[in-house]
Nanobody, 118 residues
Framework: QVQLVVSGGGLVQAGGSLRLSCAAS????????MGWFRQAPGKEREFVAV????????DYADSVKGRFTNSRDSAKNTVNLQMNSLKPEDTAVYYC???????????WGQGTQVTVSS
């Protein structure tokens, strides 16, 4: 199985930035569609962003469009989610996930907490 490790979460002031990184060991992430999801307390998990195999294209939830950027660093075998202009509503546990077939996420990393203070 693909094992994913997420890093980069933390506490930030509203309007600030954070960068999340999703890394894999022993597998090449460029062969997978890579998605990001988040779950706030008391709410269901929601889609945040995706980058297709080989970085062909990206898509974002309307709530983060224009503020978040999903990218690949093939040399480091990672995908990164750059989060700018963060809002308190972005506070959640963030997850990365891998899919061989688009929209079918078979592998999930551990969550990392992102907290945005007012």
């Amino acid at each position: 199985q693909v094992q994913l490790v997420v890093s980069g979460g933390g506490l930030v002031q509203a309007g600030g930035s954070l960068r999340l990184s999703c890394a894999a060991s022993g597998r090449t992430l460029s062969t997978y569609h890579m998605g990001w999801f988040r779950q706030a307390p008391g709410k269901e998990r929601e889609f945040v962003a995706v980058i297709t195999k080989s970085g062909g294209s990206t898509d974002y939830a309307d709530s983060v469009k224009g503020r978040f950027t999903n990218s690949r660093d093939s040399a480091k075998n990672t995908v990164n989610l750059q989060m700018n202009s963060l809002k308190p509503e972005d506070t959640a546990v963030y997850y990365c996930a891998a899919a061989l077939k688009y929209h079918v996420y078979n592998y999930w990393g551990q969550g990392t907490q992102v907290t945005v203070s007012s």
